[in-house]
């Protein structure tokens, strides 16, 4: 059972890891090049997680464009 636990720990830390590298993404326009990877393998695991990542923020944000929970603040500059 402890081993499950753990898992499922290391699948959530991946999970919102690749979900702050896609919001770094959104705001910056910032992102790891995976074409760097040299194996093809490697690569497509990296885009997996990358765009695993991309589909987590894209729901959070839909999220809270449609809750009346969450408002939109215009910074000044």
Do not use: C, N, W
């Amino acid at each position: 059972m402890a081993m499950i636990g753990r898992l499922v720990h290391y699948t959530v830390d991946a999970v919102l890891l690749s979900t702050v590298l896609a919001g770094v993404k959104r705001s910056s326009g910032f992102a790891p090049d995976p074409t760097l990877i040299g194996d093809p393998t490697i690569r497509s695991i990296a885009d997996r997680f990358l765009g695993i990542g991309e589909t987590v923020f894209d729901t959070i944000q839909g999220t809270a464009v449609s809750s009346s929970y969450f408002k939109r603040t215009v910074r000044e500059r």
